[in-house]
T-cell receptor, first 115, second 115 residues
């Protein structure tokens, strides 16, 4: 079956520091990877959509300078939250899109706490 | 803009009762909207419950069903008889077939099924 792993599941960082999170697709090829954030009391917001061999597309209010993403192959993606502050806390979800059915499989998320 | 509005939770029902969680959408910039219901069980990741990509069609899974109604811009989730194991958070989402990977989520509805 199609599975998506995210690492770490939970992390705590000090304000102003950076934190890297990873996303691994197992059992299928992820032609695109979408990164979302769920801030407290809010829904999931798309940060960026990354397609292998294409430019990464960031949504309004999110930038490459703040959330650099690496997507080197069809099974792995990583995103870093640079210079994290309180407003960056929340659950970060990775959604891996299959090339055939365009279904999106989600990992369990990385919960970021900023102190 | 593009948005999703769904029933505010928590919704509490007794086992074997019927359920409806309302979802309406606005897709002003999406030419071919697709509609999804995702579910998040306690301690688990986001899972696709059902999807419908064509207006007028009905999707169903695990006893849940939802009909994509373009006239009323709705995609309500229904189940005739809920079980305690259905307790979870349900998210209605709007996708863009031509821009795979981007999903716009509602706020989520927490369902609590009492035995």
């Amino acid at each position: 079956g199609a599975l998506v792993y995210q690492y770490p599941r939970r992390t705590i960082c000090k304000s102003g520091t950076s934190m890297r999170m990873e996303c691994q697709a197992v059992g299928f090829q992820a032609t695109s990877v979408a990164w979302y954030r769920q801030s407290p009391q809010k829904t999931f917001e798309l940060i960026a959509l990354s397609t292998v061999n294409s430019a990464i597309k960031y949504e309004q209010n999110f930038t490459q300078e703040k959330f650099p993403i690496s997507h080197p192959n069809l099974s792995f993606s990583s995103m870093t939250v640079l210079n994290a502050y309180l407003e960056d806390r929340g659950l970060y979800l990775c959604g891996a899109v299959t090339g055939d059915s365009y279904e999106q499989y989600f990992g369990p998320g990385t919960r970021l706490t900023v102190l | 803009g593009d948005s999703v509005t769904q029933t505010e939770g928590p919704v509490t029902v007794s086992e074997s009762e019927s359920l409806i969680i309302n979802c309406t959408y606005s897709a002003t910039s999406i030419a071919y909207p697709n509609l999804f219901w995702y579910v998040r069980y306690p301690g688990e990741g986001l899972q696709l419950l059902l999807k419908v990509i064509t207006a007028g069609q009905k999707g169903s899974s695990r006893g849940f069903e939802a009909t994509y109604n373009k006239e009323t811009t709705s995609f309500h989730l229904q189940k005739a008889s809920v079980q305690e194991s259905d307790s979870a958070v349900y998210y209605c989402a709007l996708g863009d077939w031509g821009n795979t990977g981007k999903l716009i989520f509602g706020l989520g509805t927490t369902l609590q099924v009492q035995p």
